[in-house]
């Protein structure tokens, strides 16, 4: 008979998650920082405390995300993934901070992957990666986000999202996702990464050969590089956000159409930088509009009936 793994609460604690046996070997990856041990007798009610760039965390939306992951394990479902090996691992020791989350959608649908901001400083993934996923996942795709390596800059970590879209690719059949049409997904410093792929490809950045994102979706950022070949992409911004100032993205955005380019943008009023899903303010129900934009770009995208 399988395990019935117990649910969290907002009362839950750190140490809950990180000995919870949904989570055995990886539970300390779920929280930001790689470079300090959080308050283990911390509530998550008071989670965003650990999250200086971000506004709007809402503590349901983490325990409802996290607990989805504790059913998947709990019905038998990998959720983590090493996309390094164990010798790269010994290699570089800071890869043992990397890893893959895998919210399950249907056998064979296109995957995407999320990529939490933080300034490179921290990885958001409790605020603005598992909520993120457990939303489009709900559509039917497949989700992976990426906790990649912190606080040693954007290189190391769009290296990582490289990596790992390699390893996506590569395991395609047995994690049971399709490499077609498939999208990414950032916020703040993990929107940079994914458009930086979607400019110059995985290979640029130590990946393999492989075909560019079918979307890009980029929030809150101040990302500005444009290329001559960029993907479809969907841009989210505050309106008051004094970190990614919302002009800077609306040049890009304009650069975009300029080439061609398929593009959503929506700014959002009274939001300052970091809101993830939106809920319960101007922005909430984005993420649902950003999987129908990604819809435009893929053939076959009647995965609720199937």
Not at 227 to 235: L, Q, V
Request: some cysteine.
């Amino acid at each position: 008979m399988e395990a019935q793994y117990r649910h969290l609460s907002v009362d839950s604690t750190i140490r809950d998650v990180i000995a919870h046996p949904a989570f055995t070997g990886f539970g300390r990856l779920i929280f930001p920082w790689d470079d300090r041990t959080p308050d283990l007798n911390m509530q998550l009610r008071e989670i965003g405390a650990l999250l200086p760039y971000h506004s709007k965390v809402n503590p349901v939306d983490v325990v409802s995300a996290l607990n989805r992951m504790i059913d998947d394990a709990s019905g038998g479902k990998k959720i983590f993934y090493d996309f390094y090996t164990e010798a790269q691992k010994k290699a570089e020791a800071t890869k043992r901070n990397a890893g893959l989350f895998f919210f399950r959608g249907r056998p064979g649908a296109p995957f995407a992957i999320v990529c939490p901001g933080g300034g490179f400083a921290y990885v958001a993934s409790l605020h603005e990666g598992f909520p993120y996923a457990a939303e489009i996942s709900k559509s039917g795709y497949n989700v992976f986000v990426l906790k990649y390596r912190a606080g040693i800059g954007g290189a190391a970590a769009t290296q990582d999202l490289a990596a790992a879209l390699s390893y996506i690719f590569r395991n395609a059949k047995s994690l049971g996702v399709s490499v077609a049409n498939y999208s990414l997904w950032g916020s703040s410093a993990g929107a940079r990464m994914a458009a930086s792929i979607g400019t110059h490809g995985a290979s640029f950045y130590g990946g393999d050969n492989l075909p560019k994102p079918s979307m890009v979706v980029m929030a809150y950022t101040a990302h500005s590089e444009v290329g001559p070949n960029e993907p479809p992409t969907f841009a989210a911004a505050g309106e008051q956000d004094g970190i990614a100032p919302p002009y800077v993205m609306e040049q890009r955005i304009s650069a975009l159409r300029r080439t061609g380019t398929p593009v959503e943008f929506h700014r959002f009023r009274n939001l300052g930088h970091g809101f993830g899903i939106g809920t319960g303010t101007s922005a909430e129900g984005w993420v649902h509009d950003a999987v129908r934009f990604w819809e435009r770009f893929i053939e076959q995208v009647d995965l609720r009936s199937k």
